[in-house]
């Protein structure tokens, strides 16, 4: 089973950037599509973007993020990011990445990591 660590959480200005990165322990990332979400205090999860691990074709989910937040993976690394710029207090919230069993993106998602908060504030 595939443990997933996010970081590079923290306090930013409105404005500001961030980039999380997702990371795995005793296993490769390599394997697995990895989808990056969030959830904000009293807000349902709220699904992001993904990236395949197989041509590593991105998507993105819904309009809030749009333009604003990229995912990208180093294979080298082992690591999956997402590169999050014009910030927003509405972006606060814990981020997770999450893996599905296959290295395409999907509706499910079985391995999760443990979160990194985002908080932006001025």
């Known amino acids: 089973q595939v443990q997933l660590m996010e970081s590079g959480g923290g306090l930013v200005q409105p404005g500001g950037s961030l980039r999380l990165s997702c990371a795995a322990s005793?296993?490769?990332?390599?394997?697995?599509?990895i989808g990056w979400f969030r959830q904000a205090p009293g807000k349902e999860r709220e699904g992001l973007s993904c990236i395949n691990s197989y041509n590593d074709s991105t998507y993105y989910y819904g309009d809030s993020v749009k333009g604003r937040f990229t995912i990208s993976r180093d294979h080298a690394k082992n690591e999956v990011y997402l590169q999050m710029s014009s910030l927003k207090p509405e972006d606060t919230a814990v981020y997770y990445c999450a893996a599905p069993h296959s290295s395409y993106c999907g509706p499910e998602f079985y391995h999760w990591g443990r979160g990194t908060q985002v908080t932006v504030s001025s």
């Open positions: 005793a296993s490769s990332l390599n394997y697995y599509a």
